[in-house]
């Protein structure tokens, strides 16, 4: 059972943007906080961004002034929104967010950044 789904994944020249974003299938949640991590190939899952309910955020250093976390809470909608992309930037990236006390992931979506 899918319970989060990305999307907005894809292929990008170095230096574009995409933007990624997180929702409840069939709205059965709401996502007013929760965080994108990422996976590449042979590597580990790092934090990406997170942001509280109250709207408090924080960024891996590597994506600091490039990468936007945000959230719709009408659209309940966890966003991403990544600029200034780098090939180093290639990843699976996964959001997630806390509904009680179980933390919910979503599949992933793969973002690929080359010339």
């Known amino acids: 059972q899918v319970l989060l789904v990305e999307s907005g994944g894809g292929l990008v020249q170095p230096g574009g943007s995409l933007r990624l974003s997180c929702g409840a299938s069939r709205g059965i949640f709401s996502i007013t906080a929760g965080g994108w991590y990422r996976q590449a190939p042979g590597g580990q899952r790092e934090m990406v961004a997170l942001?509280?309910?109250?709207?408090?955020?924080n960024y891996a250093a590597s994506v600091k002034g490039r990468f936007i976390i945000s959230t719709d809470n009408t659209q309940n909608t966890l966003y991403l929104q990544m600029n200034s992309l780098k090939p180093e930037d290639t990843a699976i990236y996964y959001c997630n967010t806390l509904v009680g006390d179980t933390l919910y992931w979503g599949q992933g979506t793969q973002v690929t950044v080359s010339s």
């Open positions: 942001v509280s309910s109250g709207g408090t955020t």
